[in-house]
């Protein structure tokens, strides 16, 4: 039987120029992994293209442990006090660990 573990998922819509403070904060709040995606799109911020660096968006998707949830919703809040435009999205997920896989040996 495979166990699944309950896991927040954040996806951060933002500005091509904040990937290193996202990646910076994944790796302060040891945030086991990320995953970074070009984005375009149109939303209260009007069009973006991403047809040059200063319209580029980035989808950035950490996969968060409850405990940790909190302090990354800080950091990500001090973010956009400082002005940033991001739109940050959570999800409660169920997370299937390589560790949680149990394997049968093949049959001889």
Sequence with gaps: MVKLVSEKLIRI??????????VDLSKRRSVSGYTV??????????????????????LFLM????????EVMEDLAKIMRRGHHMMVLVSDIEVMRRKNVVTDKPSV
Excluded: K, T, Y
């Excluded at 819509?13 to 996202?22: D, K, P, V, Y």
């Design 37 to 58: 995606v070009d984005a375009r799109g149109a939303g209260a911020s009007g069009i973006q293209p991403g047809l040059m660096d200063i319209d580029s968006n980035i």
């Design 13 to 22: 819509i933002a500005a091509a120029e904040l990937e290193s403070q996202l």
């Design 63 to 70: 996969v968060v442990p409850p405990g940790q949830f909190d």
